[in-house]
């Protein structure tokens, strides 16, 4: 079935949210569905370029569950597959682990979880660099 066959309650995303509606605490899903409704909805309108997406709840403190399953949502929305994982990685000592969102193929896959380790901390270091250069320049450093 491609995905133009799907209808708008049998894409995806629908039935895994139909799924976690039964499996979730009732509390837990309807704080799932605040945060992954506006990014659902960026999704649909293909707005997504300037939506900025944070799982920490902001003032709210998140279970972990909750977090995970956004981005299993999310990630379910975006690429129409339901065999998506959570995998943390621990990337260096300074950040801890981090957790990515991928196909089961490559959750499966040690090699290709270290290069995807190997280019998080890169990108962390990178970040580090330029975060330097801005606090020397004066420039704002939230990035």
């Known amino acids: 079935m491609s995905e133009s ?3 708008p309650e049998n ?3 629908d039935v895994y949210l139909d799924l976690l509606r039964v499996r ?3 509390e837990d899903y309807q704080l799932l569905l605040r945060l992954v409704e506006p990014v659902l909805e960026a999704i649909d309108e293909h707005r997504l370029s300037g939506l900025d997406l944070a799982l920490d709840g902001g003032d ?3 279970p972990q569950e909750v977090r995970d399953e956004a981005a299993l949502v999310i990630a379910t ?3 129409g597959r339901l ?3 959570v995998v943390e990685l621990d990337v260096d000592d300074d950040t801890g682990p981090v957790r990515v969102v991928t196909d089961a193929e490559t959750a499966a896959d040690p ?3 270290g290069e995807i380790a190997g ?3 890169d990108r962390h270091r990178q970040n580090e660099e330029l975060r330097g250069i801005a606090e020397a320049s004066g420039l704002p450093t939230d990035f």
């Open 60 to 62: 709210e403190e998140l």
């Open 119 to 121: 280019i998080i901390r």
């Open 5 to 7: 066959e799907f209808t």
């Open 83 to 85: 065999d998506n994982e």
């Open 24 to 26: 979730m605490d009732t």
């Open 111 to 113: 090699s290709r979880l």
């Open 11 to 13: 894409r995806p995303v």
């Open 77 to 79: 929305a975006v690429t």
